[in-house]
């Protein structure tokens, strides 16, 4: 789950990085209450979770005198069609130099890997297509509490030592959050030392709950409900219902669907070990969506009992027509119930889908 | 055959959770088919002293180690106590743990993979479904019915698709070495590349078909680092283009990770890349006869 900018900068200062004196505004008037801490020039920034938030004119420069007049304007507006609910407004820095910094996990080494450019700011990605040798990389043990100090000079460079510190308490935030993502670009030397002028964090969804993050807001609604039974859930805008489990199969059955030149209304991984219940909920929740005109379920049996599904699309019961593929676990059982109350049953996965297309013209 | 064979004693780790149990009676029912070992223990901290499906469960892998021979362990311990799990495994002494849990967090799995490298064990997940060689061995979750015994390996990213391109197989007379569900988790431990060194090594694989995911980059590292003659079908090709991780992930994976890419790469190697699942057994049939 993604964070905003203001949460990430919280958990960033109880790591000792330095971040800008900052106001949380949820409405232009709350700003009235805090204009005592306002002295100088500020930097007032629309907290949403949209990339290139600076270019779409979610960071507004302002003073004393034109802050409440910039909020207002930033809280009437969208960002990428992202409306603004709340605004930071911290005191502008006076930047010497802007560094990027980025830790994530590198899959292929299984290793923390940290970049780091001298030039950070905008266009990142952008100087990294460039300039190849623009941004440089280290990656290291997981089971090191610490950035090995050789190797923080070998990322850093030129930098300020301070500069060092804060990519090592940042690795910090990104172990203790089990962030997938911390970054900080830019990362600013400033007359009075580093400070962190942006903040990213994302968390690990696997991780929520120990983090305590009771809500992933990185779900739509339908998506969360869906999520309660243990499923992965995206609505689409076919006309063919699909259950799956394994996202793998799930994944195939869309692309055979988008092969025999079907359209898909849904992604429904019922996930591993679905008893007849959660089939249930899951053939309610597409029978749900508006443009279903039939629904195929393919499940192949592993970890899941096909008698359990069978029961369950029974148990549903619903008027949309269903068409069955089941292999695997217990599969012999389950054909039989589900043959015994007249469901359409083909026995692969070409079939079932070749089938739906058809019924859905 | 790669990992294990006949003789090899599985250890099963949550042995007396609701998947641990169920599946060492599966494991134990495919052992006695085909004359293996199978599962020779379980391990549920507190809950030692206990037979589940007549097999003994211990506190501990090294308590059930001292009583029983085993080389491997299958962990079913649920998302957040999973990696200790393969910890205390190769911190035994077993050389393979198949992870079976999902939901893993990702911190955990870098540092169990970690830990249990340096202690010379390999692990295979996690959220995978273990791998099963037809008429030898199982260590995991799969259908054992949809398999037939051949010299086509499968390594695979996904669990049920694997069945899929499995019973694809099987109907097509095309029977299977050994088939390795690897997991769809962004870290794991046995990768695409790590088992195709191993069928390599294997006379009785000729073939193999590697199954692949949106995300990532593995597929096409392990097509580049191999010889043996493949076949690839990548799901995904109508996903929606995925939300990418800032920019950080797009510059380590250098280049783009969604399927049609991958696709391309794979096919610029050379290597039959399938449109549908049920198109595999035709490209292993044409391999085979470009091979003869």
Known sequence: MKLLEYEAKQLFAKEGIRVPKGILAGKHEEILLHMDEITGNVVVKAQVDVGGRGKAGGILMADRDTVIETARQLFSTTIKGVPVQRVLIEERLDIQHEYYVSITIDRAKKQPVILFAEAGGMDIEETAQKKEDAIRSINFSPLLPDVPGFLLRELCGNAPAEIQKTVNQLYHVFCKKDALLAEINPLVTTPDGVYAADAKLIIDDNSLVRQGIAVNRDLTEREREAEKFGFSFVQLDGTIGVIGNGAGLTMATLDLIEYYGGKAADFLDVGGGADSERVMHAVHLVAGVPSVKVIVVNLLGGITRCDEVARGIIAAGVSVPVIVRIAGTNAEEGRRLLSEKGYEMLDTMDHVVRKAVEVTG | MIYGDRKTGIIVTGATGRQGEYHIGLMNEYARQVGGRGVVAGVTPKKGGQTIHGVSVYNTVKEALAEQDAAAA??????????????????????????????????????????????????????????????????????????????VGVISRSGTLTYEVVDELTRAGIGQSTVVGIGGDPVIGQTFADVLEQFAEDPETKAVVLIGEVGGNLEAEGAKSTDVPLVAYIAGVSAPPDKRMGHAGAIVEGGESDARSKIAKLKKMDIPVAARPSEIPDLIRDLFRCHC
């Open chain 2, 74 to 151: 299958v962990v079913f311990v649920p998302g957040g106590a999973a990696a200790d799990s393969i910890m205390e495994a190769a911190d035994a002494g077993l050389e393979l743990v198949v992870a079976i849990t999902e939901h893993v967090p990702v911190h955990d799995t870098m540092k169990a993979i970690a830990y249990a490298e340096m202690q010379g064990c390999a692990v295979i997940g996690p959220n995978c479904p273990g791998f099963l060689s037809p008429g030898a061995v199982k260590m995991g979750i799969m259908p054992a019915g949809l398999f037939s015994q051949g010299h």
